[in-house]
């Protein structure tokens, strides 16, 4: 008499399709803290504030990077000073809604040291957002004001700048250091509210 087998179980679609690791989504979600979800893609940097509750997330706020065009940056809106600048502001937000504290979600991105993502948290916690993380992974100040991107500028390349390689103005990228300041202090100075993104 043949065995009866018992019906193959179906894992949920995101698990299929690699979008969501659903043991650490647990971990998170038992954490009890709203999660700074960082996302990167092709073209942005994007940071969220989710809070679960029962019945599903609820999205406090959704910062992008390209907000920092309205504050004058036209350099690249994934780099790592955008995404610091993009932490910056969302952890601004975060603290005039009343979110003091938040845990990370990287999602299925893998976890570098001075990534992009970790500098995205490193503006979110020089906000004054209190986020469980060793401070060992954040990059490198220098790096994080675009030090290393002026210095890329400024290399010869074949007897050519290498500024005429990328499409951002040669005049941002050398100063690029003292506008990231200036931006940054004008996210810090700005009333935090719905307008700050």
Do not use: C
Request: net charge positive.
């Amino acid at each position: 008499m043949a065995r009866y087998k018992p019906p193959r179980r179906m894992p949920p679609r995101r698990r299929r399709l690699g979008r969501t690791d659903y043991r650490s989504r647990l971990a998170l979600v038992k954490s009890g803290k709203p999660r700074l979800v960082i996302r990167r893609t092709n073209r942005y940097i994007i940071t969220q504030l989710i809070e679960p509750r029962r019945g599903g997330d609820y999205t406090a706020l959704t910062v992008t990077s390209k907000m920092l065009t309205k504050h004058g940056w036209i350099g690249g809106l994934k780099s790592l000073p955008a995404a610091y600048l993009t932490g910056l502001a969302a952890g601004r937000m975060a603290l005039a809604k009343g979110y003091v504290e938040a845990a990370v979600d990287i999602g299925r991105h893998t976890s570098h040291k001075g990534s992009r993502l970790f500098a995205a948290v490193k503006g979110a916690v020089d906000a004054g957002l209190s986020i469980p993380v060793g401070e060992e992974v954040f990059p490198a100040e220098e790096r994080l004001r675009g030090n290393h991107i002026k210095e890329y500028s400024e290399m010869d390349r074949s007897g050519h700048s290498a500024s005429q390689f990328v499409k951002t103005p040669a005049d941002f990228l050398s100063n690029l250091p003292q506008l990231f300041e200036e931006i940054k202090q004008r996210i810090l100075s700005q009333s935090p509210g719905p307008n700050l993104g």
